[in-house]
């Protein structure tokens, strides 16, 4: 069938990974979001885009009010503020994406060498189920120490080392995004 052993573990691979078994480490969700921190200024979005200083998470939500779009920001450190979007914001659109129910939260883990940089949806991953109706929010909650409970099945998952779960069951990690941070006061694009 095979002429060459290339060829034949080239498919022997093709055919292995074709299990139900497969695990990604990112989710398949449009997921699209892209703030230039160097004309938001913001700081509390510089605590969690910074290498520096890991361990610190930043909820980022997207937020319309009287009559303006603004990025509101809540860091694991007890930090808060709002930045309203740029025209370069609204030209991007990217704040139409931010996760599955507009809501991320980004940071860099402190227990992997090399450090990573995160970025996990909001929703717990066990409890949101984006096709059903009515559509319902199961919303994380995040400590100092940069672990995410669920108030709804009561999970914890370490974002530390990725979103696995620490304790509440067996179930799925938090769900991850693509992203990189150009440091704190760069670029930080989530897909």
Known sequence: MFKTPLLWLIALLLF?????????????????????NST??????????NQMSPGVFTIIRPVYRNGAN???FTNNQGLSSEKR???IDLRLE?????GMQQGLIVGYGNLDQPTRFYAFDLQCPNCFDFNALPLKAYELTMNGAGVARCGNC???YNMNTGGNILSGGE?????????VSRGPYGVLNVN
Do not use: Q
């Open 154 to 156: 009561g999970r914890t």
């Open 70 to 72: 603004f990025f509101s």
């Open 85 to 87: 979007f740029t025209a």
């Open 94 to 98: 990217s704040y139409r994406r931010v």
């Open 40 to 49: 938001h200024l913001d700081a509390t979005l510089a605590s969690s885009m």
């Open 171 to 179: 179930g799925k990690p938090l769900t991850r995004y693509r992203a």
């Open 16 to 36: 292995a990974s074709c299990g139900d078994n497969i695990e990604f480490e990112y989710s398949d969700h449009h997921c699209y979001l892209t703030i230039d």
